[in-house]
């Protein structure tokens, strides 16, 4: 009888976990918001320090991995990520590196309860905070590791772990697909903050009243002292998620072995699902296919040859990239000059740009539709209001284009071709030319509407100059005083003029007010296809009281009407 198959482990497990958030406005009218300066100013509760790079410290100390990484990219990305001439004493601005990271160092290790009781401690080596200038976007950056972990208890973390809220309950009111129990514990092996997913009553009320969902306990602690924007928590620094609630994961695995991995594990793998039952993956073969067709990027991988120099696999599916190999070859395993040290910084580099891109084009969509959502168009300021705000929106998003957005962000073939490939399942480019179009539409309308006003206020002025000219005509034809009393009084003359001035003034509000009507009439004056009759019936239709009109907007584009009633987290 044949011994049972070992079961398979990961020699090193490594993890970066990104999470995007919305920032919240410090000041209402603002564009630029430096949210990262507000993170500064918060006293000695305040965990958060801000990392100075390689790039800032003593050129002794800066290595050959830190040039490497550096020389990846194409220059404009180099500006981006690292700055330009940049130093402490320097004024922050879009010369230097428009990126701010602030670390937390309290956090030691992370303890995971599993499903079966079994608790597992990854080792926590940083936390970051991701600013982006002119961008309300923050990204939070974790990177876990450990070593000599099954496949199995592997797939349940990259499954189970990562969540921010649950998305439901079991029947014992356990949350589904999560963790038993997350903790972070600090450099004492005390316990700093605990999950609480079975908490259903908290998760529910607070989706009752705020219409948007709360996170963790764990990961509320995380964050401060930024706080939730829809809770009572007190914070200037406040926060919104955008998108789904499992986390977008960078995921490190060693293996004595790769090539014994099965393609029902490599899928489990890249699409972080549920940890193998024995059962198998129930998909098609053609789905299979088409997973490690779109997905596999297998330029270092070939099975055939069984040789450890091709053993490596990479998977990316936009919200998971993970990358596998062999534990003993140096080309993949060496942290300075193998795979590892590249995945820990050109990869995640590269998933850095790619999340921040959809990020920063989801908050900019956010924006448009709180924008149309408090557009009421019986009122003018909130007219102005609306204005205003899409104004700034367009501008933001022109920045942007020119500082942030990159179709190519290193020749190298490796690198182009992740980011390539890492943008197209997140869906960046459509995004970006969904939300040009939506801009390209304000921006249209908003100027049309500017020229129908110009236009009317220009015809207003034409009606008041032509029935004006009447008086002005008959008095310069006469070309004489009509009341000889320019010897009598000062008081007397005020007198003559206020008489003159108040109906005059009277007359010419009236006509500004009947501008429209009267523009109507001086039309049917002058087509020469009218009956006398329907003139003066078009004369008469002067002092009929008009049909109630909105005072503002004729009306929003088509494709803004739709957002409308979208959800305000879009997406």
């Not at 006293?43 to 100075?52: I, M, Q, Y």
């Amino acid at each position: 009888m044949p011994e049972p198959a070992k079961p398979l482990v990961a020699r090193h497990f490594r993890q970066i976990l990104v999470w995007p958030l919305q920032l919240m406005p410090l000041r209402a009218g603002d564009q630029v918001q430096r949210h990262f300066d507000a993170l500064e100013q918060i006293g000695a509760d305040n965990p958060w320090r801000e990392v100075l790079d390689e790039f800032t410290g003593d050129p002794t100390q800066f290595q050959e991995r830190h040039y490497r990484e550096f020389v990846t990219f194409l220059p404009y990305v180099q500006r981006f990520l690292y700055g330009q001439g940049r130093s402490s004493s320097t004024l922050r601005g879009y010369g230097e590196s428009p990126i701010r990271v602030y670390r937390r160092c309290d956090v030691a290790f992370v303890r995971l309860t599993c499903m079966d009781g079994t608790i597992v401690d990854l080792s926590v080596k940083h936390i970051d905070l991701y600013f982006f200038y002119d961008v309300d976007v923050v990204i939070l950056a974790m990177e876990l590791q450990a070593d000599d972990l099954p496949l199995a208890r592997v797939q349940e973390i990259m499954y189970r772990f990562g969540r921010t809220f649950p998305a439901q309950w079991d029947d014992d009111s356990r949350a589904s697909h999560c963790l038993n129990r997350v903790e972070w514990i600090g450099e004492a092996n005390q316990v700093l903050a605990v999950s609480d997913f079975n908490d259903r009553a908290k998760f529910l009320a607070h989706v009752c009243e705020h219409r948007a969902s709360t996170v963790g306990a764990h990961w509320e602690y995380l964050l401060q002292p930024m706080a939730q924007h829809h809770s009572e928590q007190p914070g200037l620094i406040r926060y919104r998620q955008l998108e789904y609630h499992r986390l977008p994961k960078m995921t490190y695995l060693a293996f004595d072995d790769p090539f014994a991995l099965s393609r029902d594990d490599f899928m489990r793998l890249g699409l972080a699902a549920q940890p193998d039952d024995g059962e198998g993956l129930h998909y098609s073969e053609q789905t299979i296919d088409e997973f490690e067709r779109e997905h596999c990027y297998d330029r270092f991988w070939s099975p055939q040859k069984r040789d450890a120099r091709a053993s490596t696999r990479i998977i990316c599916t936009g919200h998971a990239f993970v990358m596998i190999g062999s534990h003993g070859v140096p080309f993949y395993s060496d942290p300075e000059t193998g795979l590892l040290g590249q995945f820990r910084h050109q990869y995640f580099l590269l998933g850095l740009v790619a999340h921040f891109h959809r990020a920063a084009l989801l908050m900019l969509s956010d924006r448009l539709v709180v924008a149309v959502s408090r557009l009421n168009i019986q009122e003018q300021d909130s007219i102005r209001h609306f204005k205003r705000s899409i104004r700034q929106s367009m501008e933001i998003f022109l920045r942007f284009n020119h500082r942030y957005w990159f179709h190519e962000v290193s020749k190298q073939a490796v690198a182009k071709d992740l980011f390539r490939l890492w943008s197209h399942h997140l869906g960046n480019d459509a995004l970006f030319n969904e939300l040009r179009e939506e801009m390209q539409d304000m921006s249209h309308y908003l100027d049309s509407d500017d020229a129908r006003r110009q236009s009317d206020t220009v015809l207003r002025l034409t009606v008041v100059t032509i029935f004006g000219l009447i008086g002005t005509i008959v008095t310069g034809f006469l070309g004489m005083n009509l009341i000889a009393e320019a010897d009598q009084s000062l008081s007397r003359k005020l007198l003559y003029f206020a008489m003159v001035f108040l109906p005059t003034l009277a007359l010419t509000l009236y006509t500004v007010q009947k501008s429209r009507a009267l523009s109507e009439f001086l039309d049917a004056m002058s087509d020469e296809r009218l009956p006398l009759t329907k003139k003066l019936a078009s004369l008469l239709r002067i002092w009929r009281k008009p049909a109630t009109s909105a005072p503002g907007l004729v009306d929003i584009p088509v494709r803004m009407r739709r957002r409308r009633n979208a959800p305000a987290d879009r997406r």
